[in-house]
């Protein structure tokens, strides 16, 4: 029951977020433009529906012209490695790998957490082609720029 609360909240929360004001621009301190069409998705969860979730609204604001970074840890890294099973979901008939494929070939950044690798059995070759090992410098650096919206599933 928490989890599915968790996960309302969660989508609640981001559909808010993306209908406040929508994808444009915004000015950055400095004086320059920003774009707020920077979104950071970040997906730790091991619940496969909260994954799906988090892919299905990635490629959506892809689709509208965002360009997306996706940082996944804990149990959702999984989604990173290759030869990982994962749930159908209806009515698309795809897994949540499937929905994170294709966000990348959208041109979405794809990483898994620094400290994914050191402390389970996988190495960089068992990443899906295309998938990174964040640092967390450049990380950091990322959320602080001014019109990054930032989203956590």
């Known amino acids: 029951m928490t989890s ?8 609640f929360l981001t559909v808010l977020g993306l209908g406040m004001g929508g994808l444009g621009s915004v000015q950055a301190q400095d004086g320059g433009s920003a774009s707020a069409e920077d979104v950071f998705v970040v997906v730790s969860s ?14 959506q ?16 890294a999984r989604l990173a490695v290759q030869g990982e099973s994962f749930p159908t979901f209806e009515p698309a008939g795809r897994t ?19 400290i994914f690798l050191p402390n389970t059995e996988y190495e960089s070759s068992d990443l899906l082609d295309g998938v990174g090992v964040a640092k967390p410098g450049p990380i950091a650096d990322h959320m602080l720029k001014p019109g990054v919206r930032y989203f956590t599933f």
């Open 96 to 114: 949540p790998q499937n929905l994170l494929q294709g966000l990348m070939q959208k041109g979405a950044t794809v990483e898994v957490c620094a």
């Open 4 to 11: 599915n609360n968790t996960f309302r909240t969660a989508l």
């Open 46 to 59: 091991g619940e496969a529906q909260t994954q799906m979730m988090a892919m299905v609204l990635g490629n």
């Open 61 to 76: 604001v892809a689709a509208k012209g965002a360009s997306v970074r996706v940082l996944l840890c804990d149990a959702a």
